[in-house]
Nanobody, 121 residues
Framework: QVQLVESGGGLVQAGGSLRLSCAAS????????MGWFRQAPGKEREFVAA????????YYADSVKGRFTISRDNAKNTVYLQMNSLKPEDTAVYYC??????????????WGQGTQVTVSS
């Protein structure tokens, strides 16, 4: 069982930056692939980024490639999402997820409660 808690969301102007964190409970964090997803009002949850258990492989949605960076610190049981050059269309609730296999779909086993990111124009 893994519990995930996101933090770091907030209100930022277009062009600004935020860093999201996702703290995981449990001693097996380092064995899980981790993903970030987002969901805007009236839209389906969509993939943003993912990272393998070792951190050696990362994956990004085309819409965030070159602007967002996913990373993890297994010693701190935490995964991060550095978001730069934010755009109003990045506004959404951001969720982190944990699973046994790194995928770009929502087929993860554990999910956090989400953190709101709002980008003003």
């Amino acid at each position: 069982q893994v519990q995930l808690v996101e933090s770091g969301g907030g209100l930022v102007q277009a062009g600004g930056s935020l860093r999201l964190s996702c703290a995981a409970s449990g001693r097996t964090f380092s064995s899980y692939a981790m993903g970030w997803f987002r969901q805007a009002p009236g839209k389906e949850r969509e993939f943003v980024a993912a990272i393998s258990w070792s951190g050696g492989s990362t994956y990004y949605a085309d819409s965030v490639k070159g602007r967002f960076t996913i990373s993890r610190d297994n010693a701190k049981n935490t995964v991060y999402l550095q978001m730069n050059s934010l755009k109003p269309e990045d506004t959404a609730v951001y969720y982190c997820a944990a699973g046994s296999v790194v995928v770009t779909t929502t087929r993860y086993d554990y999910w956090g409660q989400g953190t709101q990111v709002t980008v003003s124009s």
